[in-house]
């Protein structure tokens, strides 16, 4: 079952007795996940399970639910600031499909990870599941003292002083349920343990929508500062690095793909540009590309006459990170669109609780 069809089927949008009987068995499953998921919780609440701590203040950008919820651009944008303060910093990803050279003792990334690397060029990315192995890497061998850890909401072993959750606006709680029944990979009362909240992709929903998003987040956890950003389009990038501004950009007729967990959010900038949409390819999230993959897209961007090719950060780390010699046979241009987070509202609460836990007024247990 591929991305879009199973969304389809656990949102309701799919019929019939198929979808029916496969959406029950779904939440049989879903419910052994829900105990699961609630018995490990309890064990870290009554301490029975420990968090370990390091020698750093450790901050953590995650969310509830799976999927692009636009965790990445926060932990650059977090990044940055924490850079201008002069501090020591590495971030700790989990990764997905890293490689190691022994070699040349040098890593490839892909997906989020050569993201980071490309966009925080003097941060110290570590890559490995094992986020406490990770973390006294970054703190013995590195020298950091301060370090931000991707995709951390639900990795509780590594204690953290700081939590910040994304929500994305247009999915916030997953379709109300549980993996593998909705998207949920906790219940929505773990933010009751949240810091702080940053709603993503505020633009792409209505005012009316935000504000009961709000209310719900503030019944369940009723102090949380919350905040409301987007993810704003600054450019397009080239394989030659040549840059495309957003006006430039509507000159073109363009031809988009993606392999993201939120494709239609893509999409949506894209539409909010007001750009001239040939056509659009979705692949799964993670997914491959293979040689057939790229020579597709060409073909169909070149039979729909784009002028353009477009895809995302994380897709174009993947492709061109790899040996696809058809990238510099096809007349058709190939780009990114680049993304960084920008706050609407609330970004001076989340600024103080950053300035507040290094001063060490903010320590979590």
């Known amino acids: 079952m591929n991305q879009q069809t199973y969304r389809k089927l656990i949102s309701g949008q799919s019929t019939g007795w198929f979808a029916a009987s496969s959406r029950s068995a779904l939440g049989v499953a879903g419910a052994v996940y829900t105990i699961g998921i609630r018995l490990r919780n309890?064990?870290?609440c009554k301490g029975?399970?420990?968090?370990?701590?390091?020698?750093?203040?450790?901050f953590s950008v995650g969310n509830i639910t799976t999927g692009g919820t636009g965790k990445t651009p926060l932990v650059i944008w977090l990044y940055n600031l924490l850079r201008q303060k002069?501090?020591?910093?590495?971030?700790?990803?989990?990764g997905y499909k890293a490689t190691q050279n022994s070699k040349?003792?040098?890593?490839?990334y892909f997906d989020e990870p050569a993201i980071l690397a490309e966009t925080c060029p003097k941060a110290k990315v570590i890559v490995n599941p094992d986020r406490v192995a990770s973390a006294a890497a970054a703190v013995n061998k590195f020298g950091a003292n301060v370090l931000i850890m991707d995709d951390g909401f639900q990795h509780r072993r590594l204690g953290r002083d700081l939590d910040i959750v994304t929500i994305d606006a247009m999915c916030p709680f997953g379709y109300g349920k549980l993996l593998p029944a909705g998207l949920l990979r906790e219940p929505a009362t773990a933010l009751k343990r949240a810091d702080a909240v940053v709603i993503t992709r505020c633009d792409q929903t209505t005012?009316?929508?935000?504000?009961?998003l709000e209310e719900k987040l503030q019944l369940i956890n009723p102090d949380i500062p919350i905040a409301r950003s987007i993810h704003a389009p600054v450019c397009a990038k080239s394989r030659e690095h040549k840059e495309l501004s957003t006006e430039e950009l509507r000159d073109k007729k363009i031809f988009a793909f993606c392999g993201i967990g939120n494709p239609d959010a893509f999409l949506g900038t894209i539409e909010n540009l007001r750009l001239k949409m040939?056509?659009?390819k979705v692949y799964n999230d993670h997914h491959h590309y293979t040689d057939n993959d790229i020579a597709d897209i060409y073909e169909k961007a070149g039979y729909l006459g784009a002028d353009l090719i477009l895809t995302t950060q994380k897709d174009w780390s993947k492709i061109c990170g790899s040996n696809f010699s058809i990238l510099n046979s096809q007349g058709v241009p190939f780009a990114y669109l680049v993304i960084r987070l920008k706050f609407i509202s609330g970004e001076d609460k989340i600024t103080q609780l950053i300035e507040d836990?290094?001063?060490g007024k903010i320590t979590k247990k």
């Open 48 to 58: 029975w399970l420990k968090a370990h701590r390091v020698n750093a203040i450790v």
């Open 86 to 94: 002069n501090y020591g910093c590495a971030i700790l990803t989990r």
């Open 278 to 280: 040939a056509g659009s």
């Open 104 to 108: 040349h003792k040098t890593q490839n």
């Open 357 to 359: 836990t290094l001063a």
């Open 207 to 212: 005012a009316a929508e935000l504000a009961q």
């Open 42 to 44: 309890l064990l870290y």
